[in-house]
């Protein structure tokens, strides 16, 4: 890789450890890949913040580096392991949170921004379109790339770290517009009533599209929040972090469908609800927010939960970014909430916090927030955001 004079003195260590490290990382990343050079980036959004996911190995790896490191660019954080506030009412024990503060408060010496939030857009981490970026979070950068047309590929933790330290990412697959063009034509043959409908279109797309860069066709019309629920879903289960959504997304007017094409019927749709719901009645956690609830979103669980109240045995989660909740504070939406029995998780999810084992069956909103909880060995069961209401209110899934 063609280095200039100051990247070559980072690499050499005549900027301190941290510099070195993430020219270290950068340059083998580049030749992995093949790239000629580095190039600027506008912003870095690193995941990897949860101490459940790091361990005491990744908390050494970080105050090694927020030793002599700063961040050089608007550099963004995931969700964390826990609320940061507020983690004792979500049954967080005091070693893991003594344990994420001390993750945090290394991202902090190193200058980034304890946003916690998978929807780093929503909160002002917003790249233009055409900018260069390198972000982690797979639905963020989904997002980035396809309904505002920024240019990431899905960093890992480590070399997003080194980007925010660096300023610059290796100049390589979906940086380059040669890589950006659509290799299927997914035609889309179905209507979409609610929220989980687009995360079991996500499924359906990611299944069929077979890690391909997908140009979709038949979308009448979108919304943010519907457009975030996607792009969660449709790299979870298979697809590149890329998709061209002809009327919707604006880079879609800036390339053709290819010939190569798949159909996505009703019976797919079905399909994914089949696959992704389990055989279960009884549901002790509700939780939306994957990703991360915007204010209306908020706003609509509000309305919901209005006047009911969670059931006994079943926990209630509201996942979203700490900006999102203090404008809920302030419109009287977090009041009626927790009125109800519903807690807030900002800062964290339901597939960074430590949850294995704690509960035997989600009802959610979101297909990847089910991919995830599978993992947490729990049964899933994904619906509407009403059905969800009435699952964490009577405890039971009734459709
Ligand atoms: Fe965000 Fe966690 Fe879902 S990071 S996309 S809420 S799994």
Redesign the pocket.
């Given at each position: 890789m063609d280095l200039t004079k100051q990247e070559q003195a980072m690499l050499d260590g005549k900027e301190g450890h941290a510099f070195r490290k993430s020219m270290e990382i950068l340059v083998a990343l580049g030749n992995i890949y093949g790239a000629e050079r580095l190039i600027k980036v506008g912003s870095v959004q690193v995941a990897g913040v949860s101490y459940h996911n790091l361990g005491d190995a990744g908390l050494e790896f970080l105050n090694e580096l927020a030793k002599d490191g700063k961040v050089k660019v608007l550099t963004t954080l995931?969700?964390a392991g826990m609320d940061l506030e507020n983690w004792r009412a979500l049954g967080i024990s005091e070693d893991f949170a003594a344990k994420q503060n001390q993750v945090i408060e290394a991202f902090e010496r190193m200058g980034m921004l304890v946003s916690c939030t998978?929807t780093p857009y929503l909160i002002g981490n917003l790249p233009r379109y055409g900018e260069h970026i390198a972000w982690s979070?797979s639905?963020a950068v989904t997002f980035a790339n396809s309904v505002l047309g920024a240019k990431t590929n899905r960093e890992g933790g480590p070399s997003a770290l080194a980007a925010a330290f660096v300023g610059k990412t290796p100049c390589y697959g979906l940086h380059l517009d040669e890589n950006r063009m659509p290799e299927v034509h997914v035609k889309v043959k179905v209507d979409l009533t609610k929220l989980s409908d687009w995360g079991a279109l996500g499924y359906a797309i990611g299944k069929k599209a077979e890690n391909k860069i997908a140009y979709i066709t038949g979308i009448k019309e979108a919304d943010v929040d519907e457009l975030k629920s996607f792009c969660?879903s449709v790299v979870t289960y298979g697809a590149k972090p890329l998709f061209y959504m002809q009327g919707i997304t604006p880079a879609s007017e800036t390339v053709n469908a290819p010939a190569d094409h798949v159909t996505i019927e009703q019976s797919d749709i079905k399909n994914a609800y089949d696959n992704i719901n389990d055989q279960v009645s009884d549901i002790d956690f509700v939780c939306v927010?994957?990703?991360?609830c915007s204010i209306k979103e908020i706003g609509e669980i509000a309305d919901l939960i209005k006047s009911k109240k969670v059931a006994e045995n079943t926990e209630f989660w509201v996942?979203t970014s700490r900006s999102a909740k203090q404008l809920a504070d302030k419109r009287g939406y977090s009041q009626v909430i927790e009125a109800a029995g519903g807690k807030f998780a900002c800062d964290t999810?339901?597939?960074?916090a430590p949850l294995k084992g704690r509960f035997k069956a989600l009802a959610t909103t979101?297909a990847?927030?089910c991919f995830?909880s599978r993992q947490n060995l729990m049964k899933t069961k994904m619906g509407s955001l009403e059905e969800c209401i009435d699952a964490a209110v009577t405890g039971k899934w009734n459709s």
């Open positions: 995931n969700p998978c979070e639905s969660a927010g994957c990703p991360h996942a999810c339901m597939a960074v979101s990847k927030g995830y």
